[in-house]
């Protein structure tokens, strides 16, 4: 949490990490326990690169499931599925709290279009427990992102 506090510090940008008296780890959790819509809760998903074993994060929105084959096209590569070790040792954080920024090394993200349309999005901030509000163009500008369509 504390990786995740001093990056957004360090961009300037507005952050206040509210810590849930349990774990959210789904959307749904996330959603109920900050009071807003799924919709508006954003998703940290790592896939790696089939050929490249590269990193790519998808921030999709809480109500969508990422098409895997959409994914593809968009990186030009067929994906995997990140186990966890692989999503620790590339982002530094553990499934279920990886945020938006921060990231141990480089990661390439994509953010769902439907996310981005909510002016309010909450995004894991390091832990299962923690989170913080966002707005769409601070979210761009932490994670250097593009906007696609991932359903």
Same mark, same amino acid.
């Not at 994060?57 to 186990?83: F, H, M, W, Y």
């Given at each position: ?6 990056? %957004? ?11 849930l008296?349990?774990?959210? /780890? ?6 109920a ?11 940290? %998903?790592?896939? /790696? ?5 590269? &990193?790519? %994060? ?15 096209? @968009?990186?030009?590569? &067929? ?19 990886? &945020?938006? @920024?921060?990231?141990?090394h480089?990661?390439?993200a @994509? ?11 909450w995004a894991?901030?390091?832990? &299962? ?5 966002v707005s769409?163009?601070d979210? @761009?500008?932490?994670?250097?992102? /593009?906007?696609? /369509?991932?359903?």
């Amino acid at each position: 949490m504390q990786k995740v506090e001093d990056a %957004l510090v360090a961009l300037g940008l507005p952050h206040d990490i509210v810590e849930l008296a349990r774990p959210a /780890r789904t959307a749904v959790e996330a959603a109920a326990a900050v009071k807003c819509n799924v919709g508006q809760i954003a998703k940290s %998903l790592v896939f /790696r690169g089939a050929e490249s074993g590269r &990193p790519i %994060l998808v921030i999709a929105s809480g109500a969508n499931r990422v098409n895997e084959q959409t994914l593809s096209a @968009l990186v030009a590569e &067929p994906i995997a599925k990140a186990d966890a070790d692989f999503v620790r040792e590339r982002t530094g954080f553990a499934i279920g709290g990886v &945020p938006p @920024l921060a990231h141990a090394h480089p990661v390439e993200a @994509l953010i769902d279009e439907d996310l981005v349309a909510h002016a309010e999005i909450w995004a894991a901030a390091g832990h &299962p427990n923690t989170v913080f509000k966002v707005s769409s163009a601070d979210l @761009l500008t932490m994670t250097g992102g /593009r906007i696609v /369509r991932i359903t």
